[in-house]
């Protein structure tokens, strides 16, 4: 049990960091464009994954990279697209419905991926309790609205 809490902590510290991150990215969209600001955080983001792996990475994990599935290859792409997209979207409207609208998104997206197992995960059935939470999620996004 000590481990599961331990896990939404450390996902709950996470949200928060991705929507600091994202009022961060926003000002510097304002400064240098979509396109200079996801290279330019992306560049730094590498940079600090670098100076970790070198720290305390595992070099013989490296081998395994050939054995993992096409799709784990997109994160690096994917992470410049979610980068570019929350500034983007803290840029255009409040933090509160940008975020709001994430978390949302997330969770329906969770919720696919768990009924299908997909990405090999464990599959964990869709039922009335979750799909009420996912409702309640959709209403407090549209509460968000300040317009």
Do not use: C
């Not at 993992?68 to 290859?73: E, G, Q």
């Not at 979610?82 to 994430?102: C, D, H, K, P, Y």
Request: no cysteine.
């Amino acid at each position: 049990m000590a481990r599961i809490w331990l896990s939404v902590v450390v996902a709950a510290v996470s949200g928060a960091l991705m929507t600091i991150q994202g009022s961060f990215n926003a000002a510097l969209l304002r400064k240098m464009g979509v396109a200079n600001m996801a290279a330019f955080v992306s560049a730094t983001g590498f940079l600090v994954a670098a100076v970790v792996f070198l720290a305390w990475g595992r070099w013989s994990k490296l081998t395994q990279v050939t054995a993992t599935p096409w799709y784990a290859w997109l994160g690096g792409a994917i992470g410049v697209a979610i980068i570019a997209g929350v500034a983007l979207a803290i840029r255009q409207v409040s933090t509160a419905l940008a975020i709001s609208s994430i978390i949302t998104a997330q969770l329906a997206t969770a919720l696919v991926v768990d009924h299908f197992g997909l990405f090999g995960s464990e599959r964990v059935g869709l039922n009335w309790l979750r799909l009420v939470g996912f409702v309640l999620m959709v209403i407090g996004t549209r509460m968000m609205v300040d317009r």
